[in-house]
């Protein structure tokens, strides 16, 4: 039986020193009529990615630019928040589910 590969998005992001950093969507949350999405580090080599725990995930607002091009942006630190809490409230709900 074949596995079927599940397709990663994966977001680089520049640092202020020039450095990439790589990101796949680990989710996307639509709060007031905005859509954020909520990045981990990803690593094409697992075991890369399970040694990096250093690394935590980041909240990015995403933008639409006027060519159709989609943009990763910094929020605002009230919508930082919005997110941060309802990701939280989301993995509750998955976890309260599983068990």
Known sequence: MAEELEEVQVVTITGDDGSEEYYAE????????????????????????DEDTDAE??????????????????PTDEEFEAAAHAYEHMSENDEQTEN
């Not at 859509?35 to 990803?42: Q, S």
């Not at 995930?57 to 910094?74: K, L, S, W």
């Open 26 to 49: 680990a989710a996307t949350l639509d709060i007031d009529d905005k859509t954020f999405a909520i990045l981990v580090p990803f690593s094409e080599e697992e075991e890369d990615a």
């Open 57 to 74: 995930a980041i909240i990015a607002r995403i933008d639409t630019e006027e060519n159709g091009e989609v943009v990763y942006v910094a």
